[in-house]
T-cell receptor
Framework: SAVISQKPSRDICQRGTSLTIQCQVD?????MFWYRQQPGQSLTLIAT?????????ESGFVIDKFPISRPNLTFSTLTVSNMSPEDSSIYLC????????????FGSGTRLTVV | KQEVTQIPAALSVPEGENLVLNCSFT??????LQWFRQDPGKGLTSLLL?????REQTSGRLNASLDKSSGRSTLYIAASQPGDSATYLC??????????FGAGTTVTVRA
């Protein structure tokens, strides 16, 4: 399956600032996904990122708060903007490889704490 | 809207016991079902992928079954070890790539 390198692994940020999370995949993939996992909760899809087009956001998530870039088929970034303590979560990127029978592969996650 | 439920929410067993984790989903129109493991504060590791046409998948001590018509999957872990302690997540995939996750079962294997 694809190998995803996600950075940073964790960060503690001041409220009102922004953090950009990067995911690098070792193979070309059409679709990349960004998820949020709030403390004690399961995963919620933030948006789907396709190369060459704007990301598609799920209900409750907006581009101004979570801008996403997808400059090529192996890389994507998610920015968490104007952070508040409620943004403290684990953020994960994922790729889908059903054609190779691997299903979904996830990055190692970014553990964000906003103080 | 797809709803995924995992029972039990938590499980504590002595080392060597077999584990049985249950997952149910409300919409049987799925593309595949995947079981993941998550260690505290970490990302997800894929354990088993079951395509909608399959009944089960096996990998080492892990076996997962799928009954699509009744909306159920079960993950069996044989001869549990302390290293199996983690949260196990079930996720179903429809055709639009939007994974739906259960809340997970947190497993503790006591040495």
């Amino acid at each position: 399956s694809a190998v995803i390198s996600q950075k940073p692994s964790r960060d503690i940020c001041q409220r009102g600032t922004s953090l950009t999370i990067q995911c690098q995949v070792d193979s070309q993939v059409t679709m990349m996904f960004w998820y949020r996992q709030q403390p004690g909760q399961s995963l919620t899809l933030i948006a789907t990122a396709n190369q060459g087009s704007e990301a598609t956001y799920e209900s409750g998530f907006v581009i101004d708060k979570f801008p996403i870039s997808r400059p090529n088929l192996t890389f994507s970034t998610l920015t968490v903007s104007n952070m508040s303590p409620e943004d403290s979560s684990i953020y994960l990127c994922s790729v889908e490889e059903s054609l190779r029978n691997y299903g979904y592969t996830f990055g190692s996650g970014t553990r964000l704490t906003v103080v | 809207k797809q709803e995924v439920t995992q029972i039990p929410a938590a499980l504590s067993v002595p080392e060597g016991e077999n584990l049985v984790l249950n997952c149910s989903f409300t919409d049987s129109a799925i593309y595949n079902l995947q079981w993941f493991r998550q260690d505290p504060g970490k990302g997800l590791t894929s354990l088993l992928l079951i395509q909608s046409s399959q009944r089960e998948q096996t990998s080492g001590r892990l076996n997962a079954s799928l009954d699509k018509s009744s909306g159920r999957s079960t993950l069996y872990i044989a001869a549990s070890q302390p290293g199996d302690s983690a949260t196990y997540l079930c996720a179903v995939s429809p055709n639009d790539y939007k994974l739906s996750f259960g809340a997970g079962t947190t497993v503790t294997v006591r040495a």
